[in-house]
């Protein structure tokens, strides 16, 4: 199994209040533009402890969460009995595994940096939405390097709004819309966070 780059900070990873306003920007930016109902099965991919879905969760009836960190991973089925639907939590690699279901929707919060070849994702995404289902991914806008002052596994320094959408649409998704939606401030400055949501 790859290393856990979060392994040291799962216990802790919900303590930091920036963290938590960027998480619930996101959410309130997904319940506007998905059409969120009981009977939907939702992806979280890279999933974490949970902060992002548990927004979501009692508008819809199950959610996969997918992370390949198994710290984090405990950390969320902590939270199982509190969330307002079915949770299914995968300790794999989305990269390299295939869950051999479709679903509702895929969401996710700050992963896409994690990963390797963009365009692979957001194909293995396309195979993984029904037909009409959509997609809700934010990350980072472009920046500089540094935002991340540890090793957790970093491919990406951001993305531009064109370079993401255009992924999104070669997979096959249509809709394609980008926006800002937040902005994780620290010290020295503020890291502007994008929404993007398409269709299948």
Avoid: W
Avoid at 14 to 22: A, F, G, S
């Amino acid at each position: 199994m790859s290393k856990d780059y979060f392994a040291h900070k799962a216990h802790t990873y919900e303590q930091n209040p920036d963290r938590i306003d960027n998480v619930s920007n996101i959410a309130n930016a997904i319940r506007a533009k998905a059409e969120l109902s009981p009977d939907m099965h939702l992806l979280d991919f890279g999933s974490g402890t949970g902060l992002l879905l548990e927004r979501l969760a009692p508008l819809v009836g199950k959610i996969t969460a997918v992370d390949i960190s198994p710290a984090m991973n405990r950390q969320l089925e902590e939270k199982r009995d509190k969330l307002g639907c079915e949770l299914d939590i995968r300790e794999m690699d989305l990269e390299k595994e295939d869950l051999q279901t479709q679903f509702d929707g895929i969401i996710s919060s700050m992963t896409m940096h994690h990963v390797r070849d963009i365009n692979a994702m957001f194909r293995r995404f396309h195979e993984h939405v029904k037909p009409g289902g959509f997609i809700a991914i934010a990350d980072l806008e472009k920046e500089d390097g540094t935002f991340h002052t540890e090793d957790t596994g970093v491919f990406h320094f951001g993305f531009e709004h064109g370079t993401i959408a255009a992924a999104a649409e070669q997979a096959g998704f249509s809709n394609v819309e980008v926006q800002s939606v937040s902005v994780i401030e620290k010290e020295d400055r503020g890291y502007p966070v994008f929404l993007l949501t398409a269709t299948a």
